[in-house]
C-alpha cells in the first residue's frame, strides 16, 4: 500500500475551499493528471455521487470511477475509485481531503492511499510511481494555491 500526503497552507475562507475542491468539475484547473472529468461534476460532490475522472501518467492514459464515501462539510471529503491505467487494472484508491481553519486562512491535507494489484506493479510503484505521484501531488497543491489565491 503506498499512502502520499500533501499539505498547504491557502489564504481564503475554509467554506471557499471546501467548496472548490470538491467540486470535480475544478480539478482540471488544478490537477495536472486531470484530462477531464465526466458525471454530475459541477457542483460540490455528495456522499454517493459517483464521477469519471480522465487522467494522464506521462504517456499513459487512463480512468477513474470515483465514488463520494464521506463527506462532513467543511473539514471532511473522501472518494473512493478503481484505476483503470497502465499496468494499474482496477487498482483501489482512497483520497482524503482535509481542512482545517488557521488565522491564514485553511490548511489544506490530501491523502492519497493506493494498493498496487500485483507484485509487477508494486516494483513499478516502488521504482518510479510513486515518486511521480508524489511530485505530481505537490505540483498539484501548489496549483491549487496559486488558482484559489490569485
Known sequence: MTHIQNTI???RPLDEVFDYVTTPAKWVEWHPATVSISGE???PARVG???VEKIRFGVFRGEIDWVVVEQA???RWMFEGKIRAFL???TPALITYQLFQREEGTLFQRDLVYTAPNR????LDRLF???HNERESAEALEKLKAVLEK
Open 9 to 11: 497552507l491557502i489564504r
Open 73 to 75: 462539510p467543511p473539514h
Open 41 to 43: 461534476v459541477d457542483h
Open 120 to 123: 509487477f506493479s508494486s516494483f
Open 49 to 51: 455521487e459517483g464521477f
Open 88 to 90: 494499474a487494472k482496477e
Open 129 to 131: 510511481m510513486r515518486r
